[in-house]
């Protein structure tokens, strides 16, 4: 017991003292993560507003397989990007794997999904709100995505959030892309891992208050968008 305390008091003094490597390890699942959401929503986004306005075939089918990728074990993602970068994969030439872009694509695609899904329950109710007057107002295909995207703002950045948090606690298909090297492409969840198998518990109890304080802050912008939602403030 008086380890486990003795590791917890020296977690939380990195913490507080800003540990060069708690900083640095942080600092990269923060970029790796972003700019993954980034790519994410730019993909996600529209496809959901095109998915909630316009009627074509397979558009069942397409939100059918959306909704089930919502639960493709993250592993298996990081397995089929590892053979498609690998030297003999149809990307090998582009020296990818292993790299931060390699851990990047895996996140986009765990995410997209999520994301898309999530956005997309959200603008086609605000589509049945607004379908008899963008109708009436003669507007383009693209002015009512843009509408919708607009007017939906809230909900999109809610389903953002909730790509991210799950991006930033995703630890197997990371492993798997990006190798855990240290000052390259290691991230606070596979830190994790690897200090917890190496005895080091102090640093890994810091990674792990940095990744909840996250997980924490991100679920309180949820929150707290929903009640402005709910409330008509924004």
């Known amino acids: 017991m008086s380890e486990l305390w003795e590791g917890i008091t020296r977690a939380i003094w990195l913490v507080v003292t800003l540990d060069a490597d708690l900083v640095e390890i942080t600092l990269r699942s923060l970029r790796v993560t972003l700019s993954a959401l980034v790519v994410a929503s730019l993909i996600a986004l529209p496809l959901a507003a095109v998915l909630a306005v316009r009627r074509f075939w397979l558009r069942r089918a397409t939100i059918a397989v959306l909704n089930a990728l919502m639960g493709l074990p993250p592993v298996v993602v990081g397995l089929l990007v590892y053979v498609v970068l690998s030297r003999d994969g149809p990307l090998g030439v582009l020296g990818l794997l292993f790299t931060p872009t390699a851990m990047i694509i895996a996140q986009v695609i765990i995410i997209v999904p999520l994301i898309a ?118």
Do not use: P
Not at 166 to 175: H, K, L, P, T
Not at 185 to 214: D, M, N, P, S, Y
């Open 117 to 234: 899904s999530i956005a997309h329950q959200s603008l086609r109710e605000l589509w049945s709100d607004y379908h008899d007057l963008l109708i009436s107002l003669h507007t383009s295909q693209f002015q009512r995505i843009c509408t919708l995207l607009w007017d939906g703002r809230r909900a999109l950045l809610t389903a953002a959030l909730a790509g991210f948090g799950r991006a930033i606690g995703e630890v197997g298909a990371i492993m798997v892309v990006g190798g855990n090297i240290d000052h390259h492409t290691r991230v606070l969840t596979t830190a994790i891992a690897l200090e917890t198998g190496k005895g080091e518990f102090a640093l890994a109890l810091g990674l792990g208050f940095v990744l909840i304080g996250l997980a924490v802050a991100v679920n309180l912008c949820i929150h707290w968008l929903g009640q402005t939602e709910r409330t008509g403030r924004w």
